[in-house]
């Protein structure tokens, strides 16, 4: 079978790329190399419990995207969280400014904008799909998978972190790779720790700490789901997570719930249990200015998107995947 489309990536970008498309009345095919979607609005199942461990909150600047989370509200798949977070800078903690724009959060956890994506435009997924090989003859792309499996398709959509798409277009489309490779991406250590309930008296503090660049109160989203317990989810800083990147979990989560406990006040040092997420591929730095999406005119048609193009976050995720239309 020759596809129209194959996008590789079903995180928000992808999952917003394939419903644009498919509106427009185009066949699409999404090959996602792990279990779940939405790439880093990723929750995990503990113990029952949703926890963000990646993506912890999002906001709306664009009219575009303010409709489509006015949508996602009426529906319940997200609701607006708080107003302000607090901050920590200069060995001092403050408590939020004025701030008149919301950030949302859901109840479920982030992965539930993926999946609203997906549901909302029957999107076909082909799950746990590692894509090794793309080679570009008779305009057509030919994919390969890790367990052998090939596609074809007559348009490759790429939405992978930028050194795994680099890597992946090395030979067919060294232009494409070489744009990639100019997209500097960090890598983030992310500790979540649970505790018996205790008041928390801020939703999130953000920092500019060496060793710590979030620290959020995760059980503030969905307290009802979490009756018992208290969740806090912290975020390495950039630095830190490059440097202890392939340290114990044991030393990781200790390091970060010490410092967490000085920046916030509070006695963080002996939770009842902890997990490590390491995010390889975590915050893009975008280009300065650019389009939300490129196409290469290739003997069959190429486009990179995703949010490293936008600005960054979900909302520059989802509005990359839009901006498909225009291509």
């Not at 503030?220 to 975020?235: C, E, F, G, Q």
Request: charge should be positive; charged fraction near 20%.
């Amino acid at each position: 079978m020759i596809h129209d489309n194959i996008i590789l990536g079903a995180g928000v970008s992808g999952l917003s790329a394939a419903g644009t498309l498919r509106r427009e009345g185009h066949q699409v095919l999404v090959l996602e190399k792990s279990r779940g979607l939405g790439g880093r609005a990723a929750t995990r199942r503990w113990e029952s419990l949703p926890v963000d461990h990646g993506a912890q909150f999002f906001t709306a600047r664009s009219d575009a995207f303010r409709a489509q989370v006015a949508a996602w509200v009426k529906s319940g798949v997200c609701h607006e969280w708080c107003r302000g977070l607090h901050r920590y800078s200069e060995g001092a903690l403050f408590a939020p400014e004025a701030d008149h724009h919301p950030r949302y959060a859901c109840r479920a956890g982030m992965s539930a904008l993926a999946s609203a994506l997906a549901e909302a435009d029957g999107t076909t997924i082909e799950r746990q799909s590692k894509v090794t090989k793309v080679h570009c003859q008779n305009r057509l792309w030919t994919l390969t998978c890790e367990d052998g499996k090939a596609f074809r398709t007559r348009r490759l959509i790429l939405t992978s972190p930028p050194p795994q798409g680099a890597n992946l277009l090395a030979e067919a489309a060294p232009a494409a790779a070489d744009l990639l490779r100019g997209i500097s991406i960090d890598p983030c250590l992310a500790v979540a720790a649970q505790f018996p309930r205790r008041a928390i008296p801020w939703h999130g503090i953000q920092s500019n700490d060496a060793t710590i660049s979030w620290i959020g109160h995760d059980t503030a989203k969905r307290p009802d789901l979490h009756p018992d317990r208290t969740i806090i989810v912290m975020h390495a800083s950039p630095g830190f997570s490059r440097t202890h990147y392939d340290e114990p979990e044991d030393k990781i989560g200790k390091a970060l719930l010490v410092r967490a406990s000085e920046i916030a006040g509070q006695d963080f040092l002996h939770p009842e249990s902890i997990f490590l997420q390491r995010w390889r591929y975590a915050m893009s730095n975008p280009p300065p200015k650019g389009p939300p999406a490129h196409s290469f005119d290739l003997p069959a048609p190429l486009i990179l998107a995703g949010e490293c193009f936008a600005g960054g976050k979900i909302e520059g995720a989802w509005l990359s995947g839009q901006a498909l239309a225009a291509l």
